[in-house]
Structure formats: C-alpha cells, structure tokens
C-alpha cells in the first residue's frame, strides 16, 4: 500500500481530471499489488499459509470489493 501511494503521489500531475481520483487511485493500488505478487510468485507459492500470502489475499479481495463498488 505505501508502493501505490508513493507512485500516486509522484504522478499526480498525470491525473488529467480530479472526478477519477478515485479510480485513478485504486488501478494504482490493483497495478502494484499485481507487480508484488508476479515479482515474489515463487515464494508465495512455496508458503500456502504465510503470513504475507493471508495478507494479499486480503488485500486483493478489498480492492476488488472496492473497485467494484465505484
């Protein structure tokens, strides 16, 4: 989460209309979550029940509900 708010905030000045800051938001937060998963796959994989693997899931599953409430 601190990863998307970091990029969010060095490319604000890319956000061409206020009205989807929102969505511009979450596509960050959906866009890093998805390259910290790709990038720590194996060592995911190899933890079924990790403490970071429980934490992702849940993190996903908020940015879904969230995106799909938008």
């Not at 206020?18 to 979450?26: A, G, M, S, V």
Request: positive net charge.
């Amino acid at each position: 989460m601190q990863d998307a708010i970091v990029k969010a905030l060095n490319s604000i000045d890319r956000l061409d209309d206020i009205n989807y800051l929102k969505t511009w938001f979450y596509r960050i937060v959906i866009n890093t979550s998805i390259d910290f998963i790709q990038k720590n796959k194996r060592s995911i994989e190899k933890k079924p029940n990790s403490p970071l693997r429980i934490r992702l899931f849940f993190l996903l599953s908020y940015v879904r509900r969230r995106v799909n409430s938008v």
